[in-house]
Nanobody, 123 residues
Framework: QVQLVESGGGLVQAGDSLRLSCAASGGTFNRLAVGWFRQAPGKERELVSSISWTSGTTYYRDSVKARFRISRDSVKNTVDLQMNSLKPEDTAVYYC????????????????WGQGTQVTVSS
């Protein structure tokens, strides 16, 4: 199974930007959909954005639609999440995950997960 490795998290101030990257180690994202999820303390894991590797079709939750951008890079074999105008409520552990079932919206539909990367936004 392909191992997913996230990078790019950190501590930033409100209004700053971060770029998260999800790399597929030992394989590719071919014919998969990749989602970026986040989980804040005491809250459920939620889908932030997702992309179909084949078609490039994307999804964003409403709260990030105007600020985040998901993209795929076939050369680096990564799925990146550019996060702009960060807010304290974006603070969470961010996970990337993949599914062979097309664009899905719930965590249970994703079978392969990375270890997560912490994003902390201070006010």
């Amino acid at each position: 199974q392909v191992q997913l490795v996230e990078s790019g998290g950190g501590l930033v101030q409100a209004g700053d930007s971060l770029r998260l990257s999800c790399a597929a180690s030992g394989g590719t994202f071919n014919r998969l959909a990749v989602g970026w999820f986040r989980q804040a303390p005491g809250k459920e894991r939620e889908l932030v954005s997702s992309i179909s590797w084949t078609s490039g079709t994307t999804y964003y939750r409403d709260s990030v639609k105007a600020r985040f951008r998901i993209s795929r890079d076939s050369v680096k074999n990564t799925v990146d999440l550019q996060m702009n105008s960060l807010k304290p409520e974006d603070t969470a552990v961010y996970y990337c995950a993949s599914t062979s079932q097309g664009l899905q919206y719930v965590p249970s539909q994703y079978g392969n997960w990375g270890q997560g990367t912490q994003v902390t936004v201070s006010s």
